[in-house]
């Protein structure tokens, strides 16, 4: 922060780090006592409940005089964080998902690398020709993961899990469950592991270990590729496959001002600063995320050269919002339920996928009353 603190000597910042499987419990019991930081990171699943209940303040009166330049960012982290016309963070960083593959199994089993025509269909194909039962090693890792994975085939079928408005889930839309399917036909047909073999070791540690040759991943993991010992050399990463659309999410963590400061103009100072290029490119030369401020991503992309990173910045000209609501966390329960018991077999996808719509609406009409 010494830059911020450079152009403003009389204001003084207290950086608090927080570890993320503390975050959400201490940001919680600050905002219930009043004790909110001043600024401070929120993401999309969590921060419409904090400004549906004055939490967060809202930052339409900053854009209207120019101080948060929203065309700065990418429309769709913008969109995530502006529900009813109204922005509520100034985003820091992004993700987006492409799909990680083990370059040398591919050489081993004669298979060409993915590129951006791949389809559904092709990556089926080449998880057939990967999966080899005696050696222990399957084509892909299908995950239970939203963002990540089921999310992106939802898009991708031409379907959505909530409906533009807000007001009812998608997930009984023939399309949603076209995307829901893919997954438990890989895992059904033994081309990725089984959701009990996924759950006893986790689908990052499958691939990390050359257990499985595709894998559907952040930005995020650009970092962790590079410093694990297999694959730091092995590895490399596509785009995600095209179906009905070209389609993937994108999810980052946004800087949201506190409605409880005592110190509105400073906090608003050092909000405008943490939006600013400056503080974006300090954040791109750390090589730990990719900045939001759009021109500033290359310096994230060149401490990974290993790697091909603009495939995650190139998805960003046709990303979707990650899908969200004012009780995300709420409906991603019911997701878990019914979403486990369709990979694991005890439901048809057609019935969880109804089951999970119907419990899905009753939580978004609760958060219309």
């Not at 025509?117 to 990556?123: A, E, M, P, V």
């Amino acid at each position: 922060m010494e830059g911020f603190e450079a152009d403003h000597p009389d204001v003084s910042v207290d950086i608090r780090v927080t570890p993320w499987d503390q975050y959400w419990t201490k940001l919680r019991a600050a905002a219930g006592g009043g004790a909110t930081p001043d600024v401070f990171w929120m993401n999309g699943p969590n921060f419409q409940l904090y400004a549906g209940n004055d939490i967060v303040a809202p930052l339409g009166d900053h854009v209207a005089d120019g101080d948060i330049e929203v065309d700065d960012y990418p429309e769709s982290l913008v969109d995530l964080y502006t529900p009813d016309g109204e922005l509520y963070g100034v985003p820091k960083d992004f993700d987006t998902i492409g799909l990680w593959y083990n370059k040398k199994l591919f050489d081993d089993a004669g298979v060409d690398y993915p590129d951006k025509s791949w389809t559904g269909d092709d990556l089926r194909s080449a998880a057939e020709k990967l999966t080899d039962k005696k050696a222990g090693t399957f084509g892909i890792t299908a995950a239970l993961e939203g963002q990540q994975d089921y999310y992106n085939t939802i898009l991708r079928a031409g379907g959505h899990v909530i409906s533009e408005d807000g007001s009812s889930s998608g997930y009984d839309d023939p399309a949603t469950i076209e995307g829901l399917r893919f997954w438990t036909d890989l895992i059904d047909a033994g081309l990725s592991p089984t959701l009990q073999q996924m759950t006893d070791t986790l689908p990052l540690q499958w691939f990390e270990s050359g257990k499985t040759a595709m894998f559907y991943g952040g930005s995020r993991n650009l970092a962790e590729f590079k410093s694990n010992e297999y694959t730091v050399d092995k590895v490399d990463v596509a785009p995600l496959p095209v179906g009905e659309e070209r389609a993937v999410v994108i999810h980052g963590l946004a800087n949201m001002m506190s409605a409880q400061t005592e110190h509105p103009e400073e906090a608003r100072e050092f909000l405008q600063y943490l939006g600013s290029e400056d503080a974006a490119r300090v954040l791109g030369e750390s090589g730990t995320v990719i900045p939001a401020y759009d021109g500033t991503q290359q310096a994230r992309v060149e401490a990974a050269p290993e790697y091909d990173p603009g495939v995650f910045l190139d998805a960003v000209d046709y990303a979707s919002p990650l899908p969200v609501s004012a009780d995300t966390a709420a409906w991603n329960e019911a997701e878990a339920k019914y979403l486990t018991k369709a990979r694991s077999g005890e439901m048809q996808v057609e019935e969880a996928a109804q089951q999970l719509a119907d419990d899905m609406d009753a939580v978004l009409a609760d958060e219309k009353n």
